[in-house]
């Protein structure tokens, strides 16, 4: 049968989230830090989620990386359901196909910058040789490779989160998560890394949901989604 051309193609959902609701226990207090949220991300889309604090930001992240179940809903990557991964296939998600960048770094303080570019690869087995040889290409990338055998603590705050940034890339995830990159940079660095981001999105099209409280961050998104209450508005 032949294809019509005109006909435009859907761009395939990487992410879809149906229903999902996540509930904390404190005590005997119920905390509803997610609401029955319906979500697509297409593969390829730089999706941002802004709101106030406490309205489930880092939650819907948390979700969708694989780092806590959710209480009701589903929630499926590439079209598989991730609450029927066992424990392996769930570790080789968050592994292979996540990368998370988190405000505060997150660098492993005893280890060079390198070192810590190189650890993804090391944990999935790859020689350290190779492992180093990768860490300095993707260093190379991020303009770091200056600061290759400092410690965390000897570069800046932006320096680090471009290290984390080449880190969480290095297993060449599907996704990227990014919560609050940008919170505790100065407005310059903060650029940097936005930008940062916006090119490797571009570049390898690569999928990726930040969370954020600034309007300005929000700016280099496809798509804006706003939080409240656990409930996502368009
Ligand atoms: N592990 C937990 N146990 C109990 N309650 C939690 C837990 N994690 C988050 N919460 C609660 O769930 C709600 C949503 O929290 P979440 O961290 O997702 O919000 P946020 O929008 O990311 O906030 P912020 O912008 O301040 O980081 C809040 O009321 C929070 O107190």
Known sequence: MQKNKDVPVQPQSLIILRGVTKIYHQGLEEVKALRD????????????????????????????GGLENVSAGSIQFQGRDLSRFDDVQLTRYR????????QSFNLMPLLTIVENV????????????????LA??????VNLTHRRNHKPHQVSGGEMQRAAIA???????????A???????????AAQVLQL????????RLTVVMVTHALEAAQFADRTLKMQDGRLHP
Not at 136 to 141: A, C, F, I, N, T
Not at 179 to 189: A, K, Q, R, V, Y
């Open 37 to 64: 949220v319906d979500l697509k991300i297409a593969d390829g889309e730089f999706v941002a989620v802004t709101g106030k604090s406490g309205c489930g930001k880092s939650t819907l992240l948390h979700v969708i």
């Open 95 to 102: 592994r292979d196909q996540v990368g998370i960048v988190f």
């Open 118 to 133: 190189a650890l993804p690869q090391i944990l999935r087995g790859t020689p350290s040789h190779e492992a180093l040889r």
């Open 136 to 141: 300095g290409e993707w260093l190379r990338r």
């Open 167 to 177: 880190r969480a890339l290095i297993n060449r995830p599907a996704l990227l998560l």
């Open 179 to 189: 919560d609050e990159p940008t919170g505790n940079l100065d407005s310059t660095h």
């Open 197 to 204: 981001f916006a090119e490797l999105h571009r570049q390898e």
